[in-house]
């Protein structure tokens, strides 16, 4: 397939063929959204709002009336994650490293079962329980941290557009909430420039990949041009 549509009030992206004008791929949605209509329905918080495909045509990034970003494969259709991430949101990467027992970055779990393992077992030394009682303090540290830079970025009401530069390292999301939110393609985690605060909610967001730039409608009838490469609103043309 080479288009990719969504719909009004609709959670679910479909893969169709130029050539044939028919559906020719996987329909993009997530695990637990329901195919059939007899069933029930996706939350109205899915339903999508925006669309764009990364510059190598292998990834479908939707988003939605809540404020979240799922990222798909095209080919397969399957999902490979959402921005922000969370505790079900592995990357592809992270989850194949998951699964033969290796490290990742942000696995707090894993580090509190080991601590957890090593105090209940008997015979350790005051120093090392002191020791994993910090460790276990440090990581709980950590996610709260973690979890705070997430909320702080993440959007609350609708994205409105979505571009990818032509590096697939940063995705840029526009929000009706004003929010213009820069993402790690990879990791998912929210760029440290991120947000950057709109004088207005964005309505639209259109990137030209030669150019690598994007430009944003605003509610006040106002366009803000952002630069994907430098990471800044370069001009602003007043409403």
């Known amino acids: 397939g080479d288009l990719v549509t969504i719909h009004s009030n609709h959670a679910m992206a479909y893969v169709w063929s130029n050539k044939r004008g028919a559906q020719s791929g996987p329909v993009l949605r997530q695990p637990q959204w329901n195919i059939s209509a007899m069933k029930e329905r ?13 510059a190598c045509g292998n990834f479908a990034l939707v988003g939605t009336l809540g404020g ?17 991430r969370d505790a079900s949101s592995l990357t592809s990467e992270e989850e194949r490293r998951r699964r033969k027992g290796l490290k990742f970055a942000g696995d707090v779990g894993r580090t509190m079962r080991i601590l957890e393992k090593k105090l209940s077992k008997g015979g350790m030394l005051p120093s090392d329980i002191d020791q994993a009682e910090r460790d276990r303090v440090n990581c709980l540290e950590a996610e709260a941290k973690r979890k ?8 609350s009401e609708a994205v409105v557009g979505i571009a990818i530069d032509s590096l697939n390292k940063t ?34 967001l259109t990137h030209v990949r030669d150019s690598d730039l994007a430009a944003i409608a605003m509610n006040d009838f106002g366009v803000a041009v952002f630069d994907c490469s430098s990471l800044t609103i370069v001009r602003y043309f007043g409403g």
């Open 68 to 84: 979240v970003v799922y990222k798909y494969n095209l080919q397969s259709g399957l999902p490979r994650g959402s921005f922000p």
């Open 42 to 54: 996706p939350p109205r918080s899915a339903n999508a709002t925006s669309l764009t495909i990364s």
């Open 148 to 155: 705070a830079i997430i909320g702080r970025a993440s959007h």
């Open 171 to 204: 995705v840029v999301t526009a929000g009706a909430d004003s929010k213009l939110v820069l993402w790690n393609f990879t990791t998912h985690m929210p760029h440290k420039k991120s947000p950057i605060m709109l004088p207005s909610p964005a309505t639209k």
